[in-house]
């Protein structure tokens, strides 16, 4: 009775494990909470735990402001400082897509001339942000997702209740590119020469475990070693 029981709480476990969309990853302490990045298991893509990473670390990139914001193309040299880096032992960080057409935008632009329909507004889950702000972190049509949100909200750090830049060129204006207000969930397009907008990197696939350096590994050895014979001396 004991094991049947054992194994169902087992196998519910494991199914909820199996189930969970938003996964830590990189923790800055060895099996701590604190992950420098975030792997969404329903769309295949790793977000950076650090929503405006820019604001503290420009790369060499000249252009930012110190909150954070730049232009849709010093964000592209700014993600390419980011990349040259490796950081978290990955090169091909970028601006989260946008998927168009969108038929879950609340919306939806017909604007002739063999475009697509456009969508724009609220809901747009066809889009990474919008995936992310309504599926992954409960927010919630016109209200403040500072203020209403699911626990995986608190994954994250230094979110901005602000304008980000999606990687996405707005197809009928090539001079400008998709955004995601990310305090209310709505999704548009604006000139790529603005400088109000911050940038939260993503990229394909999973990191997963990200190996300690090898020189560190072995300074924290020595440390151990050293004081195993300080205790031995001691003793």
């Known amino acids: 009775m004991f094991r049947s029981a054992a194994i169902t709480l087992a196998l519910c476990f494991a199914t909820v494990t199996a189930q969970a969309a938003l996964l830590g990853r990189a923790a800055l302490t060895p099996g701590g909470t604190d992950y420098q990045a975030i792997y969404d298991s329903d769309l295949n893509v790793t977000w950076l735990a650090n929503a405006n990473l820019a604001a503290t670390n420009n790369f060499g990139v000249s252009g930012i402001a110190p909150?954070?914001?730049?232009?849709?193309?010093t964000a592209q040299n700014w993600l390419s400082g980011l990349n040259a880096t490796s950081?978290?032992?990955a090169t091909n960080w970028r601006m989260p897509t946008t998927t168009q057409p969108d038929p879950n935008c609340s919306l939806q632009y017909n604007l002739g001339g063999g475009f697509p329909l456009q969508?724009?507004?609220?809901?747009?889950?066809?889009?990474?942000f919008g995936h992310l702000f309504y599926?992954?972190?409960g927010g919630v049509v016109g209200s403040n997702i500072g203020t209403i949100h699911n626990s995986n909200y608190e994954l994250f750090n230094n979110i901005q209740l602000d304008l980000y830049w999606s990687g996405t060129t707005y197809v009928p204006d090539p001079s400008a590119a998709w955004a995601f207000y990310f305090t209310y969930g709505i999704?548009?397009?604006?000139?790529?020469?603005h400088n109000f907008y911050d940038v939260w990197a993503v990229r394909d696939g999973d990191i997963g475990v990200v190996p300690i350096p090898a020189a560190v590994y072995l300074f924290g050895s020595a440390l151990g070693l050293m004081g195993w014979m300080r205790r031995k001396s001691i003793a």
């Open 67 to 73: 909150a954070g914001y730049m232009s849709w193309e």
């Open 187 to 193: 999704q548009d397009a604006n000139n790529k020469e």
């Open 119 to 128: 969508g724009h507004g609220y809901s747009c889950t066809g889009s990474e």
């Open 87 to 89: 950081y978290l032992g």
């Open 135 to 137: 599926n992954e972190l």
